[in-house]
């Protein structure tokens, strides 16, 4: 059974840091991009950053460039997500997402064929 599992969210004053960890299971993710996605009480999911198989290609949402930094580790089947200068509008519930097999890490999450269960991540003013 395939699982992703998410970890590291929690609260944290405004130009606070967090890391966000996913671990794979079931599978290995080693040739699939992988994404993040998020969700603010009453918005619809968003998505974050996303990541090619190998690292090489990485792609952000205008709101978190330059702030957030999304990064693997193969031989872990895990992929991160670095948060810094967090802000109140990041406040959300947070999903990892992995593609099925070789493809583009796409910004369109309709092209995810797994998911995590997310984690919550609060930022206070």
């Known amino acids: 059974q395939v699982q992703l599992v998410e970890s590291g969210g929690g609260l944290v004053q405004a130009g606070g840091s967090l890391r966000l960890s996913c671990v794979a299971s079931?599978?290995?993710?080693?040739?699939?991009?992988m994404g993040w996605f998020r969700q603010a009480p009453g918005k619809e999911r968003d998505f974050v950053a996303s990541?090619?198989?190998?690292?090489?290609?990485?792609y952000y949402a205008d709101s978190v460039k330059d702030r957030f930094t999304i990064s693997r580790d193969n031989f872990k089947n895990t992929v991160y997500l670095q948060m810094n200068s967090l802000k109140p509008e990041d406040t959300a519930v947070y999903y990892c997402?992995?593609?099925?097999?070789?493809?583009?890490?796409?910004?369109?999450?309709?092209?995810?064929?797994?998911w995590g269960q997310g984690t919550q991540v609060t930022v206070s003013s």
């Open positions: 079931g599978r290995t993710f080693s040739n699939a991009p």
């Open positions: 997402a992995a593609r099925g097999g070789i493809g583009y890490p796409t910004q369109q999450e309709a092209n995810y064929n797994y």
């Open positions: 990541i090619s198989w190998n690292g090489g290609t990485t």
